[in-house]
């Protein structure tokens, strides 16, 4: 787990968090195809 040092560390962690859920995302379109851009959008957040 990180320890989260400050609100810069926070946002890279958020971004990073957001860049593997579209990887995810799309995957999942080929995988499993029925997943909301909304769900994961709510997931991301």
Known sequence: MAIIQNQEDMKNLRESCR????CYYHLGKILKPG?????LDDFAN
């Open 19 to 22: 860049i593997l859920m579209s």
């Open 35 to 39: 997943i909301t851009a909304k769900e």
